[in-house]
């Protein structure tokens, strides 16, 4: 990329206006800032390289050099000869673009008005494979917070507040990179520009109690893994006495025979080989009772029989998947001289068609023997 034109770093013609340039640049800025890339060496790289374009390709005079002579006119220029509306756009532009990711100096709310936690709240809850497929009421208990009365949720006591010393009430802290400047939120007062005077006694400056509390919620039919049921105004509890919304997040227990895939669900069904080939007709278990399964003759190892709408219900009332039942051929580890007379005589009963292999064999063997004549 540093081996890219200005143009083509910022991705766009040569004759781009600039109102187009500064489009393009705001969308590389986003894609590429470090704030949104911790960590990453190449996007920090490609973001620098972006805001050099930017600086060059906003100025007219700046515009105007390089097009006629590269960046090494540019460089002739020197520090002091460039001009510094690129500079002003720059600091505005990031003002708007990353105000409320931790980068912007707008306009903040009031630390007494500020939760120090978000109002909704999640816990996970698992559940056996049957509870899941055929829906259950059952009783959560949980924690959730609530507003300290005390310091009226500052976290101070008397609900005194002071001056962030970090940050020196910004609720910013400022750290430069060559000739850009970044922000962050303040690690101390998070944001607020304030901090307590002095940790509130009750809740020992955390701002909020923890309080117990049980309900029972109603599971519907065929939820499964990650899918979550929202409770409401179950949730934690702010400053003004706004109560948010508990999320309950499932996670269902494996069953032993039965196995899941979205709502369907597939059963192994272990198959003597006499079964299979003779296409008996067995009696297998679903969600719901028994099923019959009459296998083909002949039925091969992991050959499926699907039975519609025998799987589960969805959970949104979408109607209701199939059970799969998956053939799973077993042999006999010994046979004894009787069983092994008896197996001789049923394959000579079928006379050429018990030994298929030998045509394929013969002209295998027929072939390799031609090639060393």
Known sequence: MQDLSYYEILEV???????????AYRKMAKMYHPDKNP??????????????????????????????YGKEGLQGMGGGGRSSAGFDDLSSMFEEMFSGFG??????QNPADMEKY??????????????????????????????????????AKDGKLSTCKQCDGQGQVYMKQGFMTFSQTCPVCHGAGSAPAQPC??????GFEEVKEKVTIKIPKGVDDDNRLRVSGKGNIGKRGTRGDLYVTFRVKPDKHFQR???DVYIAIPVFFTQAVSGDTLTIPSLTGELELKLDIG????????FRGEGIEDVHGHGKGDLIAQ????????????QKELLAKLQDSFGIESKPHESVLDSAIDKMKSWFK
């Open 261 to 263: 895939d979205g709502n």
């Open 103 to 108: 980068g912007g100096r707008g306009r903040r």
């Open 201 to 206: 006694p009750t809740c020992h400056g955390e």
């Open 39 to 68: 960590g990453d060496k190449e996007a920090e790289h490609k973001f620098k390289l972006c805001n050099e374009a930017y600086q060059c390709l906003s100025d007219d005079k700046q515009r105007s050099i390089y097009d006629r």
């Open 13 to 23: 013609s040569q004759n781009a206006d600039k109102t187009t340039i500064k489009k």
């Open 327 to 338: 053939v799973n051929i077993t042999y006999p580890k010994r046979l004894n001289d009787e």
């Open 118 to 155: 978000p109002l909704d709240m999640n816990v996970d809850m698992t559940i056996s494979f049957n509870e899941a497929i055929f829906g259950c009421e059952k009783d959560i208990e949980y924690r959730y917070k609530k507003s300290c009365t005390s310091c009226k949720g500052t976290g």
């Open 299 to 306: 039925t091969k190892d992991k050959q499926h029989f699907r």
